[in-house]
T-cell receptor, first 111, second 109 residues
Framework: DGGITQSPKYLFRKEGQNVTLSCEQNLNHDAMYWYRQDPGQGLRLIYYSQIVNDFQKGDIAEGYSVSREKKESFPLTVTSAQKNPTAFYLC??????????FGPGTRLTVT | RKEVEQDPGPFNVPEGATVAFNCTYSNSASQSFFWYRQDCRKEPKLLMSVYSSGNEDGRFTAQLNRASQYISLLIRDSKLSDSATYLCVSSSNTGKLIFGQGTTLQVKP
């Protein structure tokens, strides 16, 4: 089955720890995007990658880092520099005509 | 000013009603537009792309007005199952995809 997966679904961390969220797709899409969603809010763009080994900052990149070493994978690291990391994180795989297909998301709680 | 703006609602309508949402965008270079549906605590799912000529999919109609820089979504004959948050998205010529904050629809029996 083609699709996009994110793991884990729920993640709990202590403040001061870095944490990496996984995003994998087998849709053969070149582009992948990371968003953050806070309760009652829309999606805000963190980072996006339109091709392997290249990525751009979105609107709220501070405190996050990404890599794109393989077409299928676009992991997001939430660093200790991110002031308010608790949120719902969504990864999307994007077609050439910009249609986005989302993974089920990871709910990160940092205490 | 936000790049993509929507009225957050909520829109409370009875079953069978027709409801319309608008979404404005500020970047005149925006090229592609979409409507997504998001259910509570779930990921967004693509509802429909928005074409310059307008497009229809069953009870849903989307339109684009480039002169006034807005897109619209019309839902006819609302069903209880249409209750969700509807998100509009625009893409720039650099590939950046920007979401509006979403409009909440609640269809009542």
């Amino acid at each position: 089955d083609g699709g996009i997966t994110q793991s884990p679904k729920y993640l709990f961390r202590k403040e001061g720890q870095n944490v990496t969220l996984s995003c994998e797709q087998n849709l053969n899409h070149d582009a992948m995007y990371w968003y953050r969603q806070d309760p009652g809010q829309g999606l805000r763009l963190i980072y996006y990658s339109q091709i392997v080994n290249d990525f751009q900052k979105g609107d709220i990149a501070e405190g996050y880092s990404v890599s794109r070493e393989k077409k299928e994978s676009f992991p997001l690291t939430v660093t200790s520099a991110q002031k308010n990391p608790t949120a719902f994180y969504l990864c999307a795989s994007v077609t050439g005509s910009y249609e986005q297909y989302f993974g089920p998301g990871t709910r990160l709680t940092v205490t | 000013r936000k790049e993509v703006e929507q009225d957050p609602g909520p829109f409370n309508v009875p079953e069978g009603a027709t409801v319309a949402f608008n979404c404005t965008y500020s970047n005149s270079a925006s090229q592609s537009f979409f409507w997504y549906r998001q259910d509570c605590r779930k990921e967004p799912k693509l509802l429909m792309s928005v074409y310059s000529s307008g497009n229809e999919d069953g009870r849903f109609t989307a339109q684009l007005n480039r002169a006034s820089q807005y897109i619209s979504l019309l839902i006819r004959d609302s069903k209880l199952s249409d209750s969700a948050t509807y998100l509009c998205v625009s893409s720039s010529n650099t590939g950046k995809l920007i979401f509006g904050q979403g409009t909440t629809l609640q269809v009542k029996p």
